[in-house]
């Protein structure tokens, strides 16, 4: 009888964790295309009613602050209106357990963040958020120390929002190539070993497949993005499917290459 007990306790336990869904999506934090934004966010409510909680990831574009990674207990210095609802217990966990720190101040400019706030307050009303801004450079035992308790935390139909913005400060023509080459991986993802998912690769993906320029980048984050991916490898959730691609030159007049930031709107099911 003992062993039978623990055999449905076991069941039961590995049932729960088998049935823990966890959706991602990736939208640039690039207002030039704000009506694109809008539209995805839309089709992502509406696919995915009952989201209870929203994680957000976005580089911390300025380097504010003393630590790699940072989060946030208010929003206190933004209207009211596009204030989101902090879940403070979740956060108050990864504070406890993880190397992230607290630090409100960062967040008065970190636009990966903001310019993001009014849409998920418009069709996410009833979502817990839980931002984090990380820095370039964090070490992977950090981010692997956050992701364990991220991953145990979360609940699920958890939304995790990955705020990226992809190739800078080159001509369409190579900016083109490094955003087909990034979709182009992001959609074998479902079909690769798992645990084959490598900050040292996704880093390697984030260099531009031609520096015009010392700055030039295929994507801005690649801290954001292992976090997510290695979150949606834990519960299997890796189908890309590709929504948008544009970029400054594409929608613009604009010619030079140096204004050129392009962008990548995706979902993962």
Known sequence: ??????????????TVRQHKNF??????HHLLVQEYIDQFYKELAEENPGIGTILILSPNHMGYGLNYMQTTSNFNTFPISIQPTLDIEKIQKLLDETTLHLDPKSFEKEHGIFIHLSYLKKYFPNAKLIPIILKIGTPQDRLDGLIKTLSETLPSKTLIIASIDFTHY??????????????????????????????????????????????????DSPESMYVMLKLLEKTKNLEFTLYKRTSTLSLTRIKDPLQNTSHIFGKFD
Not at 1 to 14: E, I, K, Q, R, Y
Not at 23 to 28: N, T
Not at 184 to 202: A, C, G, Q, S
């Open 1 to 14: 009888s003992a062993l039978l007990v623990g055999a449905l306790v076991l069941f039961n336990h590995t």
């Open 23 to 28: 959706h991602g999506a990736i939208l640039p």
């Open 170 to 219: 080159e001509n369409e023509e190579v900016a083109i190539a490094n955003d087909n080459r990034t979709i182009d991986w992001l959609k074998t993802l479902n079909t690769i070993p798992i645990k084959t998912i490598r900050l040292d690769e996704i880093k390697k993906l984030a260099e531009s497949t031609k520096k015009t320029n010392p700055d030039s980048v295929a994507f």
